[in-house]
Protein backbone atom coordinates (compact mmCIF):
# COMPACT_ATOMS: atom_id res chain seq x y z
CA UNK A 1 0.00 0.00 0.00
CA UNK A 2 3.02 2.45 1.03
CA UNK A 3 4.76 2.69 -1.91
CA UNK A 4 5.15 6.81 -1.93
CA UNK A 5 7.51 6.85 0.52
CA UNK A 6 10.88 4.67 1.39
CA UNK A 7 11.29 1.58 3.13
CA UNK A 8 13.96 3.43 5.39
CA UNK A 9 11.04 6.16 6.25
CA UNK A 10 8.35 3.66 6.51
CA UNK A 11 10.67 1.48 9.00
CA UNK A 12 11.54 4.90 10.92
CA UNK A 13 8.16 5.18 11.30
CA UNK A 14 7.30 2.02 12.66
CA UNK A 15 9.96 2.54 14.89
CA UNK A 16 7.88 5.06 17.21
CA UNK A 17 7.36 2.36 19.90
CA UNK A 18 5.77 3.68 22.86
CA UNK A 19 7.41 3.26 26.35
CA UNK A 20 6.26 -0.07 27.63
CA UNK A 21 4.69 1.58 30.73
CA UNK A 22 2.47 2.89 28.51
CA UNK A 23 -0.13 -0.18 28.38
CA UNK A 24 -0.41 0.53 31.72
CA UNK A 25 -1.49 3.91 32.04
CA UNK A 26 -4.00 3.59 29.15
CA UNK A 27 -5.38 0.61 31.32
CA UNK A 28 -5.13 3.08 34.17
CA UNK A 29 -6.79 5.72 32.57
CA UNK A 30 -9.52 3.22 31.25
CA UNK A 31 -10.46 2.25 34.58
CA UNK A 32 -10.26 5.64 36.12
CA UNK A 33 -13.02 6.69 33.26
CA UNK A 34 -15.24 4.15 34.30
CA UNK A 35 -15.10 4.54 37.91
CA UNK A 36 -15.68 8.13 37.58
CA UNK A 37 -18.50 7.46 34.83
CA UNK A 38 -20.27 4.68 37.07
CA UNK A 39 -19.62 6.79 40.19
CA UNK A 40 -21.64 9.71 38.11
CA UNK A 41 -24.49 7.10 37.32
CA UNK A 42 -24.96 5.57 40.20
CA UNK A 43 -25.26 9.40 41.96
CA UNK A 44 -27.64 10.47 39.64
CA UNK A 45 -29.86 7.15 39.87
CA UNK A 46 -29.76 7.16 43.84
CA UNK A 47 -31.30 10.67 43.55
CA UNK A 48 -33.52 10.23 41.17
CA UNK A 49 -34.83 6.50 42.96
CA UNK A 50 -34.21 8.15 46.28
CA UNK A 51 -31.63 5.48 46.97
CA UNK A 52 -29.74 7.47 50.19
CA UNK A 53 -27.23 4.44 50.46
CA UNK A 54 -26.32 4.88 46.28
CA UNK A 55 -22.92 6.41 47.58
CA UNK A 56 -22.71 2.90 49.85
CA UNK A 57 -23.25 0.99 46.68
CA UNK A 58 -20.09 2.58 44.89
CA UNK A 59 -17.94 0.18 46.70
CA UNK A 60 -16.95 -2.92 45.16
CA UNK A 61 -17.19 -6.06 46.96
CA UNK A 62 -17.26 -9.57 45.54
CA UNK A 63 -20.37 -11.33 44.60
CA UNK A 64 -22.60 -8.94 46.69
CA UNK A 65 -25.82 -8.58 45.35
CA UNK A 66 -26.89 -4.93 44.08
CA UNK A 67 -30.06 -3.53 43.88
CA UNK A 68 -32.17 -2.85 40.99
CA UNK A 69 -30.90 0.65 40.89
CA UNK A 70 -27.52 -0.65 40.77
CA UNK A 71 -28.48 -2.70 38.22
CA UNK A 72 -30.12 -0.44 35.78
CA UNK A 73 -27.11 1.91 36.29
CA UNK A 74 -25.06 -0.82 35.43
CA UNK A 75 -26.33 -2.26 32.29
CA UNK A 76 -27.35 -0.69 29.24
CA UNK A 77 -31.43 -0.74 28.59
CA UNK A 78 -32.22 -1.42 24.99
CA UNK A 79 -35.70 -2.00 25.85
CA UNK A 80 -36.92 -1.11 29.07
CA UNK A 81 -39.86 -3.42 29.95
CA UNK A 82 -41.44 -3.94 33.02
CA UNK A 83 -38.88 -6.63 33.86
CA UNK A 84 -35.78 -4.66 33.36
CA UNK A 85 -36.40 -3.27 36.80
CA UNK A 86 -36.50 -6.90 38.20
CA UNK A 87 -32.96 -7.38 37.36
CA UNK A 88 -30.21 -7.36 40.03
CA UNK A 89 -26.06 -8.08 38.86
CA UNK A 90 -23.76 -9.76 41.10
CA UNK A 91 -20.04 -8.61 41.19
CA UNK A 92 -17.35 -10.41 40.70
CA UNK A 93 -13.89 -8.35 40.78
CA UNK A 94 -10.30 -9.42 41.18
CA UNK A 95 -6.78 -7.52 40.77
CA UNK A 96 -3.35 -8.50 40.82
CA UNK A 97 -0.39 -6.65 39.41
CA UNK A 98 -1.59 -6.72 35.55
CA UNK A 99 -4.11 -8.87 35.67
CA UNK A 100 -7.77 -7.71 36.17
CA UNK A 101 -11.51 -9.25 35.92
CA UNK A 102 -14.69 -6.99 35.96
CA UNK A 103 -17.37 -9.58 35.66
CA UNK A 104 -21.49 -9.42 36.34
CA UNK A 105 -23.90 -12.00 36.36
CA UNK A 106 -27.18 -10.14 35.65
CA UNK A 107 -30.24 -12.15 37.77
CA UNK A 108 -34.14 -11.87 38.07
CA UNK A 109 -35.45 -11.20 41.21
CA UNK A 110 -37.74 -14.26 41.89
CA UNK A 111 -39.95 -12.30 44.25
CA UNK A 112 -40.03 -9.18 41.69
CA UNK A 113 -41.50 -11.78 38.57
CA UNK A 114 -43.86 -13.73 39.73
CA UNK A 115 -45.83 -13.45 37.02
CA UNK A 116 -43.51 -15.48 35.40
CA UNK A 117 -43.13 -19.57 35.39
CA UNK A 118 -40.23 -19.56 38.86
CA UNK A 119 -38.41 -22.81 36.99
CA UNK A 120 -37.51 -20.79 34.10
CA UNK A 121 -36.39 -17.88 36.23
CA UNK A 122 -34.23 -20.09 38.04
CA UNK A 123 -33.02 -21.55 34.66
CA UNK A 124 -32.62 -18.42 33.24
CA UNK A 125 -30.67 -17.19 36.31
CA UNK A 126 -28.66 -20.60 36.54
CA UNK A 127 -27.82 -20.77 32.77
CA UNK A 128 -26.34 -16.55 32.99
CA UNK A 129 -24.32 -17.86 36.21
CA UNK A 130 -22.58 -20.82 34.52
CA UNK A 131 -21.84 -18.21 31.82
CA UNK A 132 -20.18 -16.36 34.67
CA UNK A 133 -18.37 -19.42 35.72
CA UNK A 134 -17.18 -20.15 32.56
CA UNK A 135 -15.58 -16.69 32.11
CA UNK A 136 -14.58 -16.63 35.27
CA UNK A 137 -12.52 -20.35 34.69
CA UNK A 138 -11.05 -19.24 31.59
CA UNK A 139 -9.73 -16.24 33.72
CA UNK A 140 -7.94 -17.91 36.02
CA UNK A 141 -6.46 -20.46 33.81
CA UNK A 142 -4.75 -17.62 31.47
CA UNK A 143 -3.63 -16.44 34.81
CA UNK A 144 -2.07 -19.88 35.88
CA UNK A 145 -1.03 -20.68 32.00
CA UNK A 146 0.91 -17.21 31.79
CA UNK A 147 2.50 -17.31 34.65
CA UNK A 148 3.25 -15.02 37.56
CA UNK A 149 2.46 -11.68 36.24
CA UNK A 150 0.39 -11.79 32.93
CA UNK A 151 -1.28 -9.02 31.18
CA UNK A 152 -4.91 -10.33 31.26
CA UNK A 153 -8.21 -8.16 31.34
CA UNK A 154 -11.87 -10.20 31.65
CA UNK A 155 -15.16 -8.02 32.16
CA UNK A 156 -18.16 -8.35 31.19
CA UNK A 157 -21.59 -6.65 30.16
CA UNK A 158 -25.21 -7.09 29.85
CA UNK A 159 -28.40 -5.51 28.06
CA UNK A 160 -31.78 -6.45 28.04
CA UNK A 161 -32.41 -6.66 24.25
CA UNK A 162 -36.03 -7.99 24.18
CA UNK A 163 -38.98 -7.33 26.97
CA UNK A 164 -42.17 -8.12 25.32
CA UNK A 165 -45.13 -9.71 26.04
CA UNK A 166 -43.96 -13.15 25.49
CA UNK A 167 -40.46 -12.73 25.76
CA UNK A 168 -37.55 -11.72 27.70
CA UNK A 169 -33.81 -11.44 25.99
CA UNK A 170 -30.95 -10.44 28.00
CA UNK A 171 -27.41 -10.27 26.05
CA UNK A 172 -24.16 -10.92 28.47
CA UNK A 173 -21.25 -9.37 26.58
CA UNK A 174 -17.82 -10.70 27.93
CA UNK A 175 -14.77 -9.10 26.48
CA UNK A 176 -11.19 -10.49 26.94
CA UNK A 177 -8.56 -8.25 26.58
CA UNK A 178 -4.39 -10.48 26.08
CA UNK A 179 -2.27 -9.07 23.96
CA UNK A 180 -4.83 -8.06 21.49
CA UNK A 181 -8.69 -7.80 23.03
CA UNK A 182 -11.57 -10.76 22.04
CA UNK A 183 -15.30 -9.97 22.24
CA UNK A 184 -17.86 -12.60 22.55
CA UNK A 185 -21.61 -12.82 23.94
CA UNK A 186 -24.32 -15.23 24.85
CA UNK A 187 -27.74 -14.21 24.39
CA UNK A 188 -30.12 -15.76 26.97
CA UNK A 189 -34.18 -16.24 26.08
CA UNK A 190 -36.74 -16.80 28.10
CA UNK A 191 -40.23 -17.45 26.74
CA UNK A 192 -42.35 -15.97 29.60
CA UNK A 193 -45.31 -18.13 29.05
CA UNK A 194 -43.37 -21.47 28.89
CA UNK A 195 -40.64 -20.87 31.11
CA UNK A 196 -38.45 -22.99 28.64
CA UNK A 197 -34.97 -20.94 27.78
CA UNK A 198 -35.22 -20.86 23.83
CA UNK A 199 -32.56 -21.90 21.38
CA UNK A 200 -32.31 -20.91 17.87
CA UNK A 201 -33.39 -23.99 17.02
CA UNK A 202 -36.48 -24.00 19.05
CA UNK A 203 -37.69 -21.03 16.64
CA UNK A 204 -38.71 -23.42 13.93
CA UNK A 205 -40.64 -26.42 13.62
CA UNK A 206 -39.01 -29.69 14.17
CA UNK A 207 -38.57 -30.69 10.45
CA UNK A 208 -38.15 -27.26 9.45
CA UNK A 209 -34.09 -27.08 7.57
CA UNK A 210 -33.47 -23.71 9.02
CA UNK A 211 -30.24 -24.45 9.11
CA UNK A 212 -29.06 -24.34 5.64
CA UNK A 213 -31.90 -21.88 5.13
CA UNK A 214 -29.71 -19.17 7.37
CA UNK A 215 -26.53 -20.22 6.67
CA UNK A 216 -27.12 -19.37 3.36
CA UNK A 217 -28.59 -16.15 3.90
CA UNK A 218 -25.84 -15.25 6.12
CA UNK A 219 -23.15 -16.09 3.43
CA UNK A 220 -25.20 -14.02 0.84
CA UNK A 221 -24.87 -10.95 2.76
CA UNK A 222 -21.15 -11.57 4.05
CA UNK A 223 -20.30 -11.65 0.19
CA UNK A 224 -22.40 -8.69 -0.50
CA UNK A 225 -20.74 -7.01 2.25
CA UNK A 226 -17.30 -7.78 0.82
CA UNK A 227 -18.42 -6.67 -2.79
CA UNK A 228 -19.32 -3.61 -1.57
CA UNK A 229 -16.41 -2.25 0.57
CA UNK A 230 -13.04 -2.03 -0.30
CA UNK A 231 -11.69 -4.85 1.74
CA UNK A 232 -12.66 -8.62 2.32
CA UNK A 233 -13.52 -8.35 5.80
CA UNK A 234 -16.14 -11.69 6.30
CA UNK A 235 -14.72 -15.08 6.09
CA UNK A 236 -17.78 -17.07 4.35
CA UNK A 237 -15.96 -19.95 4.19
CA UNK A 238 -15.54 -20.23 7.98
CA UNK A 239 -19.34 -20.24 8.19
CA UNK A 240 -19.46 -24.39 7.50
CA UNK A 241 -22.81 -24.27 10.31
CA UNK A 242 -24.89 -22.55 12.45
CA UNK A 243 -25.63 -24.44 15.55
CA UNK A 244 -28.79 -24.73 17.44
CA UNK A 245 -27.86 -22.37 20.29
CA UNK A 246 -26.06 -19.78 17.68
CA UNK A 247 -26.67 -16.57 19.26
CA UNK A 248 -29.81 -14.24 17.90
CA UNK A 249 -32.25 -11.39 19.19
CA UNK A 250 -34.99 -9.97 17.50
CA UNK A 251 -34.81 -5.78 16.86
CA UNK A 252 -36.88 -3.23 16.98
CA UNK A 253 -38.17 -4.03 13.93
CA UNK A 254 -39.18 -7.98 15.12
CA UNK A 255 -36.44 -9.23 12.87
CA UNK A 256 -34.18 -11.70 13.68
CA UNK A 257 -31.14 -10.96 14.25
CA UNK A 258 -27.85 -13.56 14.19
CA UNK A 259 -24.66 -12.51 16.33
CA UNK A 260 -21.61 -13.69 16.04
CA UNK A 261 -18.41 -13.51 18.61
CA UNK A 262 -15.32 -11.68 17.32
CA UNK A 263 -12.50 -13.37 14.66
CA UNK A 264 -15.80 -16.26 14.41
CA UNK A 265 -16.71 -15.28 10.67
CA UNK A 266 -15.06 -12.11 10.12
CA UNK A 267 -11.76 -9.97 10.96
CA UNK A 268 -11.59 -8.47 13.68
CA UNK A 269 -12.42 -5.10 12.62
CA UNK A 270 -15.76 -6.22 11.99
CA UNK A 271 -15.97 -6.76 16.07
CA UNK A 272 -19.45 -9.10 16.23
CA UNK A 273 -20.75 -8.71 12.84
CA UNK A 274 -24.93 -9.44 12.60
CA UNK A 275 -26.73 -9.80 10.07
CA UNK A 276 -30.93 -9.30 9.97
CA UNK A 277 -32.80 -12.29 8.67
CA UNK A 278 -35.58 -11.11 5.93
CA UNK A 279 -39.17 -11.48 7.13
CA UNK A 280 -40.09 -13.45 4.29
CA UNK A 281 -37.30 -15.94 5.01
CA UNK A 282 -38.25 -16.33 8.63
CA UNK A 283 -41.86 -16.52 7.53
CA UNK A 284 -41.25 -19.53 4.91
CA UNK A 285 -39.39 -21.39 7.68
CA UNK A 286 -41.84 -21.28 10.17
CA UNK A 287 -44.34 -22.48 7.98
CA UNK B 1 -19.48 -1.28 32.53
CA UNK B 2 -21.83 -1.02 29.44
CA UNK B 3 -21.55 -2.92 26.43
CA UNK B 4 -19.95 0.31 24.75
CA UNK B 5 -17.48 0.66 27.03
CA UNK B 6 -16.58 -3.09 27.13
CA UNK B 7 -16.28 -1.88 23.15
CA UNK B 8 -14.30 1.21 23.43
CA UNK B 9 -12.08 -0.15 26.27
CA UNK B 10 -11.19 -3.05 24.11
CA UNK B 11 -10.54 -0.59 21.10
CA UNK B 12 -8.11 1.28 22.73
CA UNK B 13 -5.90 -1.56 24.06
CA UNK B 14 -5.53 -2.68 20.92
CA UNK B 15 -5.09 0.51 19.05
CA UNK B 16 -2.80 2.48 22.07
CA UNK B 17 0.24 1.92 20.01
CA UNK B 18 -0.78 3.68 16.73
CA UNK B 19 -2.44 6.48 18.71
CA UNK B 20 1.04 6.75 20.37
CA UNK B 21 2.76 7.02 16.60
CA UNK B 22 0.06 9.24 15.29
CA UNK B 23 0.30 11.73 18.47
CA UNK B 24 4.07 11.20 18.51
CA UNK B 25 4.34 12.23 14.43
CA UNK B 26 2.42 15.34 16.06
CA UNK B 27 4.18 16.38 19.63
CA UNK B 28 7.90 14.71 18.85
CA UNK B 29 7.55 14.40 22.97
CA UNK B 30 7.18 11.26 24.31
CA UNK B 31 5.63 12.34 27.78
CA UNK B 32 3.29 14.59 26.00
CA UNK B 33 2.32 11.76 23.25
CA UNK B 34 1.93 9.29 26.37
CA UNK B 35 -0.39 12.41 28.03
CA UNK B 36 -2.58 12.53 25.01
CA UNK B 37 -2.85 8.90 24.45
CA UNK B 38 -4.58 8.51 28.34
CA UNK B 39 -7.16 11.41 27.51
CA UNK B 40 -7.73 9.99 24.50
CA UNK B 41 -8.77 7.07 26.78
CA UNK B 42 -10.14 8.91 29.08
CA UNK B 43 -12.85 11.09 26.92
CA UNK B 44 -13.55 8.15 24.62
CA UNK B 45 -15.22 6.53 27.63
CA UNK B 46 -16.71 9.44 29.26
CA UNK B 47 -18.44 9.58 25.89
CA UNK B 48 -18.88 6.16 24.58
CA UNK B 49 -22.81 6.42 25.61
CA UNK B 50 -23.29 9.34 23.22
CA UNK B 51 -21.97 6.36 20.20
CA UNK B 52 -24.79 5.95 17.79
CA UNK B 53 -22.31 3.54 15.38
CA UNK B 54 -19.84 1.18 17.20
CA UNK B 55 -18.71 -0.24 13.81
CA UNK B 56 -15.92 2.42 13.41
CA UNK B 57 -14.12 2.77 16.78
CA UNK B 58 -10.80 2.96 15.77
CA UNK B 59 -11.68 5.89 13.34
CA UNK B 60 -13.44 7.46 16.37
CA UNK B 61 -10.93 7.13 18.32
CA UNK B 62 -8.17 8.44 15.97
CA UNK B 63 -10.32 11.42 15.35
CA UNK B 64 -9.75 12.26 19.55
CA UNK B 65 -6.15 12.01 19.61
CA UNK B 66 -5.95 13.94 16.12
CA UNK B 67 -7.83 16.29 17.50
CA UNK B 68 -5.48 16.70 21.17
CA UNK B 69 -2.75 16.53 19.27
CA UNK B 70 -3.48 19.62 17.18
CA UNK B 71 -5.21 21.09 20.97
CA UNK B 72 -1.84 20.35 22.20
CA UNK B 73 0.08 22.06 19.29
CA UNK B 74 -2.44 25.26 19.66
CA UNK B 75 -1.75 25.65 23.24
CA UNK B 76 2.11 25.60 22.75
CA UNK B 77 1.87 27.91 19.50
CA UNK B 78 0.29 30.53 22.60
CA UNK B 79 3.13 29.85 24.64
CA UNK B 80 5.80 30.70 22.71
CA UNK B 81 3.92 33.96 20.79
CA UNK B 82 3.30 34.67 24.75
CA UNK B 83 7.13 34.00 25.93
CA UNK B 84 8.38 35.75 22.85
CA UNK B 85 6.35 38.65 24.17
CA UNK B 86 7.02 38.68 27.19
CA UNK B 87 10.69 38.37 26.53
CA UNK B 88 10.54 41.65 24.17
CA UNK B 89 13.49 40.80 22.72
CA UNK B 90 15.08 38.03 20.32
CA UNK B 91 17.02 35.37 21.19
CA UNK B 92 21.06 36.46 21.39
CA UNK B 93 23.17 34.93 18.42
CA UNK B 94 23.57 31.30 18.15
CA UNK B 95 20.26 30.99 20.88
CA UNK B 96 16.90 29.57 19.62
CA UNK B 97 13.58 30.20 20.23
CA UNK B 98 11.39 27.89 22.04
CA UNK B 99 10.03 26.45 19.04
CA UNK B 100 13.28 25.77 16.90
CA UNK B 101 14.51 24.32 20.54
CA UNK B 102 11.84 21.97 20.53
CA UNK B 103 11.83 20.55 16.88
CA UNK B 104 15.67 20.37 17.43
CA UNK B 105 14.93 17.96 20.43
CA UNK B 106 13.13 16.01 18.53
CA UNK B 107 15.04 13.42 16.54
CA UNK B 108 15.82 15.67 13.58
CA UNK B 109 15.39 12.24 10.89
CA UNK B 110 14.23 11.89 7.55
CA UNK B 111 10.91 10.84 8.86
CA UNK B 112 10.36 14.44 11.20
CA UNK B 113 12.23 16.19 8.51
CA UNK B 114 9.61 15.24 5.65
CA UNK B 115 6.71 16.39 7.96
CA UNK B 116 8.01 19.30 9.17
CA UNK B 117 7.38 20.69 5.23
CA UNK B 118 3.62 20.12 5.87
CA UNK B 119 0.81 21.85 7.71
CA UNK B 120 -0.85 20.34 10.62
CA UNK B 121 -3.62 18.72 8.73
CA UNK B 122 -1.44 17.99 5.97
CA UNK B 123 1.11 16.13 8.13
CA UNK B 124 -2.02 14.42 9.50
CA UNK B 125 -3.75 12.82 6.23
CA UNK B 126 -0.20 12.06 5.20
CA UNK B 127 0.71 9.82 8.44
CA UNK B 128 -3.01 8.51 8.41
CA UNK B 129 -2.89 7.34 4.89
CA UNK B 130 0.79 6.68 4.37
CA UNK B 131 1.84 5.10 7.73
CA UNK B 132 -1.55 3.90 9.45
CA UNK B 133 -2.93 2.78 6.14
CA UNK B 134 -6.43 4.25 6.94
CA UNK B 135 -8.64 4.55 3.59
CA UNK B 136 -9.87 7.89 2.86
CA UNK B 137 -13.24 8.09 3.98
CA UNK B 138 -12.19 6.96 7.50
CA UNK B 139 -9.65 9.95 6.86
CA UNK B 140 -12.33 12.49 6.56
CA UNK B 141 -14.56 10.88 9.58
CA UNK B 142 -11.56 11.45 11.69
CA UNK B 143 -10.50 14.86 10.25
CA UNK B 144 -14.13 15.63 10.94
CA UNK B 145 -14.45 16.94 7.00
CA UNK B 146 -16.05 15.45 3.68
CA UNK B 147 -14.01 13.05 1.28
CA UNK B 148 -13.36 15.26 -1.22
CA UNK B 149 -11.38 18.18 0.63
CA UNK B 150 -9.23 15.01 2.17
CA UNK B 151 -8.60 13.78 -1.13
CA UNK B 152 -7.26 17.51 -2.10
CA UNK B 153 -5.59 18.02 0.73
CA UNK B 154 -3.77 14.80 0.46
CA UNK B 155 -2.63 15.46 -2.77
CA UNK B 156 -1.75 19.17 -2.12
CA UNK B 157 0.70 17.68 0.63
CA UNK B 158 1.89 15.13 -1.91
CA UNK B 159 2.71 18.11 -4.33
CA UNK B 160 4.15 19.95 -1.78
CA UNK B 161 6.31 16.50 -0.44
CA UNK B 162 7.22 16.16 -4.23
CA UNK B 163 8.56 19.58 -5.02
CA UNK B 164 10.65 19.46 -1.81
CA UNK B 165 12.68 16.11 -2.80
CA UNK B 166 12.92 17.82 -6.36
CA UNK B 167 14.54 20.93 -4.24
CA UNK B 168 16.77 18.07 -2.31
CA UNK B 169 17.90 16.32 -5.73
CA UNK B 170 18.43 19.78 -6.49
CA UNK B 171 20.94 20.70 -3.75
CA UNK B 172 22.75 17.58 -4.08
Redesign the interface.
Known amino acids: ??H???D???R???Q????PQ??K??????R???W???RKTLLAVGRYASVAAAAFLITLTTFANLSPQMAYA???MAVIGPLAKAVTVREYQDQRNHAEA?L?TPQLDPQAVDSLPPEGVEALNQAMEAYTAEMMGEYESLLSQWGEDPYV?V???Y?IVTDSDTMFSI?V?H?L?MA??R?SCRIFHLDKETGKLLSLSDLFPADSNWEPVLRQEVIRQMEERNASE?SDLYFPEQLTEITADQNFYWNEQGELVLVFSEYEVAA????MPEFVIPQEILTELKK | ???????V??????D??KL??TA??YVRH?QD??DI???T??R???SSDQLKD??S??AWLMRITVNLSLDWLRQRKRQWTRTEELDEQLPADGQQLPEEQLIRSAEK???ME?LDQLEERERMVI?LR??E?Y?IGDIAVIMDENVNTTKSRLYRA?DKLKVSYQQKLAEI
Open positions: MNIFSEIQEYKITPPLELVRQAIKALEKRLGEFISSSAERDSISSNEGVAN | MTRKDQLSAQLMAYQYRYSEAMVQEAVAIRTTLSTGLLVYFEKL
